[in-house]
């Protein structure tokens, strides 16, 4: 487990201030990329126990279509997705970026569900994201980039870390996440709540409510809801910096990934994320923000469950995609089918007139 951070009165949380955020907040790749005299030190065990949950997991696969209940496969994406909004909605938008606030029973769920998704405890996941950001595409940042994909992706787990996250992690200003006791009781008792909640209750459940054998149990809604879950997060570090268009800011790595848009888990749009950290969407406004997660905080902000949530305005991102953008936003102008009705709605148009046939 990582080393605990300590304050140094510097913030690694990007919040609703940074509209323009220095560069050494979120940094262009370096041109020379990775430090070539850093050598890499393999993590076996890691290695080892990733390489048996994949192949465990694609059985897992398998036995979902050919022999697990109807139950397993129905419920399935939904534990997923779940599992998904642990990360997404708990550790990401809610405790690194604080985009939006919680009461308690929220919180309770968020951490629950995050536990069930076995990513490390809130605390640590929290702390290498906000170096990510502080030191995107550096060598400070645990899954740069400029290692390639495969190293962005999964190998940043299966080797030590570079001595710059070390350095730089010690730098991050952690105070908010340790005044929070749900998150250092978390952090204390992790390796007792992560096997329960993330092992031995989903195999458990489907077999005492629906008669699931433990194989299917085990593989299904364990292991591959599991490995499943990691690989689409994963996704967000490796693809969604290397493929895609930068409609926001084409100075930066990140990008809006086609099939994270697609699968609609609300990590798609990841340049508008590094743009507008603090937005609790992670995308635009309209058909953009429609996610999984952004429904989730949608609906608890309805019930008044989480409150204070971060938006930006038309006008600023506007703005940021006229002057910094790639020029693939994909609206073209007023009347595009693409165009959100919260644009049209925000819009003035002065000097209007009744339109004669002349005119049509």
Known sequence: MPPNSRATGTTGVLYEGDTAPPTSVIQA???????????????WLNITLFTVLHVSS????????????????????????????????????LWAHRTFKANTPLRL???????LAFQDAVYYWARDHRLHHKYSETDADPYNSQRGWFFSHIGWLCCKKH??????????????????????????????????????LPTVVPMYYWGESLNCAWHCFTLLRWCASLNIVWLVNSSAHMYGKRPYDKSIAPTNEAFLMWFRVGEGYHNYHHVFPWDYKSAELGKYSRDATTYFIDFFARIGWAYDLKSVSTEVLRQRITRTGDGTHPV??????????????????THRRKETAVDS
């Open 58 to 93: 694609v059985y897992g696969l398998w036995l979902l279509f050919t022999a697990a209940k109807w139950q397993t496969f129905l419920l399935f994406p939904a534990a997923l997705v779940l599992t998904i909004i642990g990360i997404s909605g708990g550790a990401h938008r």
């Open 163 to 200: 001595p710059d996250v070390t350095l730089k992690g010690r730098e991050i200003d952690l105070s908010d996440l340790r005044s929070d006791k749900l998150v250092m009781f978390q952090k204390k008792h992790y390796l007792i709540l992560m096997p329960l909640i993330c092992f031995v």
């Open 109 to 115: 769920i968020l951490m629950f569900l995050n536990t």
């Open 332 to 349: 073209w102008g007023w009347g595009d089918k693409d165009q959100p009705q919260e644009d049209v709605d925000s819009t003035t148009i």
């Open 29 to 43: 790749p370096k041109k020379g990329g990775p430090d070539p005299n850093h050598k890499l030190e393999l993590a």
